[in-house]
């Protein structure tokens, strides 16, 4: 984050302003990814005009940073009549797409209407890895084609890359693919579980070598030993501090109008059909209880050696029954990049070791021999 | 002497957080803050006002100021901003097509 990205969003937290907004448009989608998170069938989408006015009520609300995703941005068809409005009002406009609807024409509009970025999910740069992880024959190529259209354009293109096991092999060369095209490229080992709470998707998480791999791959973390240290103890300073930034500076709105911290927190704060934007960010219980918490409200993660470097996230953690609690899936980072299990991870361990062993009965084991 | 023409770049994000104009060039994303000066004449900027009717009627009221030696300020910073994208800056009117819709908060 530049300097002065900081100083405003340390400004937007004193003045409570959503900075941020993540706005799904859809959860349709024209792919149908293994670890995708979400249900793809529409349960009543914002029409055009209930997006405009939330569009409205969040620049009233001082939203700068506007994120439009899905589902697939592009599968509905008033999309560019939204993106025409958001940047009438001024809004920094990023779109996640998987980019197999953008052609030349699309990439000249989206360059006119002043499209800060654009992120687009590759997950492998060979075919048969990409194609069999979104399901769609022939989406690697129509992807690729999309971020050479939007190159062409002067547009800043960011490949976002999600490691799970069908890709594990495949990371390094998705990051020659896209220094080969000319863009920034990102990866993240998260599987995400499911809004409706189904944990199955994350069976396709990388196991613990993989996730130590690519902790010591220097092109990915720069200075190995720096990435890899276990962190200092956790000052006053660490402590007082905020878990991260939903609730504080971002929020997300889903294409039913619900608002909730983050993407990955699915906890219902209001619904702007109902109630104003601006009213659901200052006064919801929910919203105000996450806003409430502090790294020293943690319940067991005050008591770990990585908490004041870990990459937790209240979201994983609510979802796994504890918005205070840890995040299972950053403790196994955490163990992965250090090689130092988490307290979580000990704490589980020792209520195993105490689990009653069932073993057969001497009686029933001498009747049977 | 000619008069000025300004009008915001559509292709620039803006927001204004208390008071403070935060924009992001279109150009390559690098953020700026505007100070109160710059702000006025941001939002003053809708192409069809000449710069010096802006200086007139929406700086020298805030700040005390000689009209002649506001407008060279104005100027200055007008031909600063444009230098970086973040206005346009015409000695005809810049047609309203291609501004933004203003927006304040």
């Known amino acids: 984050m530049s300097g002065l990205l900081q100083e405003m969003t340390e400004k937007a937290l004193a003045l409570n302003i959503p900075l941020s907004v993540q706005l799904d448009l859809t959860y349709r989608c024209n792919e149908r990814c293994v670890h995708c998170y979400l249900d793809h069938d529409d349960h009543g989408e914002m029409t055009t005009e209930e997006i405009k006015h939330l569009l409205d009520e969040m620049a009233a609300a001082g939203v700068f940073i506007l994120t439009l995703s899905g589902g697939e941005i592009f599968v509905r068809k008033d999309f560019f009549e939204i993106l025409e409005y ?5 809004f920094c406009v990023k779109l996640k797409t998987n980019a ?23 997950y492998s740069h ?4 990409h194609d069999g992880i979104t399901l769609v024959r022939g989406s690697l190529e129509r992807s690729l084609d999309a971020i050479r259209f939007l190159k062409s354009q002067g547009l800043r293109v960011v490949i976002a890359n999600v490691l799970m096991i069908q890709n594990v092999q495949d990371y390094a060369g998705v990051r020659s693919l896209a220094e ?8 993240d080992p998260t599987i995400t579980p499911m809004m409706d709470g ?13 996730l130590q791999q690519v902790f010591r791959d220097t092109g990915l973390v720069g200075n190995v030993d720096e990435f890899c240290a276990v962190a200092a103890p956790a000052d006053e300073s660490a402590l007082s501090s905020l878990p991260c930034s939903a609730s504080h500076t971002t929020c997300y709105v889903s294409p039913y109008g619900d608002v909730f911290p983050c993407v990955q927190f699915p906890l219902p704060t209001g619904n702007v059909r109902k109630q104003r934007f601006l009213d659901i960010w200052r006064y919801s219980d929910q919203m105000n209880e ?3 918490i502090r790294i020293k409200d943690l319940t067991t993660c005050t008591q770990c050696s990585h908490v004041s470097n870990c990459s937790r996230c209240p979201g994983l953690a609510f979802m796994e029954g504890n918005m205070r609690g840890p995040s299972t899936q950053d403790c ?11 307290a979580n991870m000990l704490s589980k361990r020792r209520a195993a070791a105490n689990l009653v062993q069932i073993r057969a009965l001497p009686a029933l084991a001498s009747a049977s021999a | 002497m000619s008069r000025l023409f300004v009008a915001r770049n559509p ?3 803006a927001r204004c957080l208390d008071g403070e104009m935060m924009i992001m060039s279109g150009r390559d994303s690098t953020l700026f803050t505007l100070n109160r000066t710059a702000t006025i004449l941001w939002q003053a900027a809708d192409g069809t006002t000449p710069l010096d009717e802006i200086v007139q009627s929406k700086i020298c009221p805030e700040f005390d100021v000689e009209p002649a030696e506001a407008l060279h300020d104005a100027e200055t910073l007008a031909r600063e901003l444009a230098s970086h994208e973040i206005l346009q800056i015409s000695e005809e009117p810049i047609a309203p097509a291609t501004a933004l819709a203003g927006e304040s908060r």
């Open chain 1, 290 to 292: 996450v806003r409430s």
């Open chain 1, 126 to 129: 060979r075919p048969e890895v």
């Open chain 1, 180 to 187: 080969e095209l000319g863009v920034e490229s990102t990866l």
């Open chain 1, 332 to 342: 196994e980072k955490s163990f992965a990049r250090t090689g130092v299990p988490s």
């Open chain 1, 100 to 122: 197999i609807l953008i052609g030349e024409a699309e990439a000249a509009r989206i360059r006119d209407l002043g499209v800060e970025s654009i992120q687009i999910s590759i």
């Open chain 2, 11 to 13: 292709r620039v994000a």
């Open chain 1, 86 to 90: 958001a940047r009438q009002r001024t």
């Open chain 1, 198 to 210: 189904n944990r199955s998707v994350l069976s396709l998480s990388v196991d613990q070598s993989a």
